[in-house]
């Protein structure tokens, strides 16, 4: 099984940005614990800050990936192409967030990307990523995968 871990913009900046709101916790820390979330799949991981290539990795996932765990910050509340490019995929999308963007300001509750996703884990700092990863998987073995 491969599963897609896809990051937005200035999570490169996780543990210094914020950390009242996102933690101390690192990328690097966060990649730790989808891998160790894994059990045995194989995790790719990537960040970018810039929307395109974030759209490339969705495509490049049509056929490498059994299923996508997205946190595309604030990409999340703008980006048309992202909600487009996921709409390709037939596999389990699941939007992932550190923070609970519901309680946030009025502009984070909008998300283009929910529109194309299995299902939303937020508000639980990096161990979203954990339970993202679980059920990203747990629904890719479901399906057959
Ligand atoms: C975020 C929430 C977004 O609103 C924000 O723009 C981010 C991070 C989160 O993980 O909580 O950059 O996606």
Request: glycine residues 6%.
């Amino acid at each position: 099984l491969t599963l897609y871990v896809l990051n937005g913009p200035n999570l490169n900046l996780l543990g210094v940005r914020e950390p009242d709101i996102y933690g101390r916790e690192t990328l690097a820390d966060v990649q730790a614990m989808c891998d160790a979330a894994a059990d045995g799949a194989r995790v790719v991981f990537h960040q970018s800050n810039h929307e395109g290539q974030l759209v490339d990795w969705i495509q490049e996932a049509r056929n490498e990936a059994d299923a996508l765990v997205i946190n595309p910050a604030a990409f999340t509340h703008t980006s048309v192409a992202l909600l487009d490019a996921l709409k390709t995929l037939s596999i389990p999308v699941v939007e992932c967030h550190l923070s609970n963007p519901a309680a946030r300001e009025a502009f984070r509750h909008h998300s283009y990307v929910s529109l194309a996703a299995t299902g939303v884990i937020a508000g639980f700092g990096p161990r979203s990523y954990e339970l993202a990863v679980r059920a990203a998987l747990d629904l890719a073995r479901r399906a057959g995968a």
